[in-house]
């Protein structure tokens, strides 16, 4: 109980913070979930078990304006369908209650950290080629140059923008990481190197940087959730009326991925050279 009342509470918190965003959120939500619910930040996952693309539906529902009092939506239990609140007004019925096969939900939209991993980056050139069209070996001073890069993308919906990221994964938002976290850092680095280059062949500097990557799943927590099967409105507090309030669709997540840095500050990753044959009719013989 006192883990939900935690999640209710840094979900509304994020949503007043944040309402002008597309994603209300108070930060990186992390935390073990309940006996019922141990799924990230305590939600319980819907994808498979209640009906249509709850992935759509979270990145739909989550994607709205958030209000002093939340966001809303409704799903067709018996179709699958997802409505946001002004799709519903519109498409279905102009008071936004539950009518038929359509029952209405209100509640708070956060972030929940899934999984962190390191990877490898792509190559990246840093220099400008250097080329030796003579028929002995030379050597050149390699002026090289390479700035971190942090970005993040969405498994389902429109591309994510940079400043939602950053509410997302800046620990400046709320977010705790004991690793080499870069969102909040930037560095760069520019190094001169003398390297030997063969006959009849040109080179480049490159840098592979090394990168963490951190998964989060959009969670929604309900406060109100309604039905009218034609004998009444019902309201509950809980999905569905389930034991549980916080839900997320396994296959939404977001990815951000940044350079590490090192102790120092510095890229942390390896640098390497390319290096490519030229033309044997323009060097000399």
Request: hydrophobic fraction near 30%; charge should be positive.
């Amino acid at each position: 109980m006192r883990t939900a009342l935690k999640v209710k509470a840094s979900l509304k918190k994020g949503a007043l913070v944040a309402a002008s965003t597309a994603l209300a959120v108070s930060g990186v939500l992390a935390g073990a979930g309940s006996a019922q619910a141990a799924g990230p930040g305590g939600a319980t996952n819907v994808r498979g078990v209640d009906p249509g693309n709850t992935d759509s539906m979270i990145e739909r529902l989550c994607n709205q304006k958030t209000s002093l009092t939340g966001v809303y939506g409704a799903l067709n239990v018996r179709t699958g369908e997802f409505k946001t609140q002004n799709e519903y007004l519109r498409d279905v019925f102009g008071l936004f209650v539950p009518a038929g096969d359509w029952e209405t939900f209100r509640g708070w939209c956060g972030n929940a950290q899934a999984s962190t991993w390191s990877t490898t980056g792509t190559a990246v050139r840093t220099s400008p080629w250097i080329g030796n069209r003579g028929s002995q070996g030379d050597k050149e001073t390699f002026v090289s140059s390479y700035s971190t890069k942090t970005f993040a993308k969405k498994s389902v919906g429109a591309q994510l923008s940079f400043s939602v990221a950053k509410s997302i994964f800046s620990g400046s938002a709320g977010g705790s990481f004991s690793y080499e976290w870069g969102w909040e850092k930037s560095s760069s680095f520019e190094r001169r190197s003398e390297k030997a280059i063969p006959p009849c062949t040109q080179i480049a500097v490159t840098w592979t940087p090394y990168q963490r990557v951190v998964r989060v799943n959009p969670i929604f927590y309900v406060e109100d959730y309604s039905w009218n099967k034609g004998n009444g409105e019902k309201t509950v507090h809980t999905w569905r009326n389930r034991s549980y309030r916080t839900i997320y669709s396994h296959g939404y997540y977001i990815d951000g991925t940044s350079d590490k840095l090192l102790p120092n500050g510095q890229p942390d990753g390896r640098e390497d050279k390319w290096e490519e044959k030229l033309d044997p009719k323009t060097c000399a013989k």
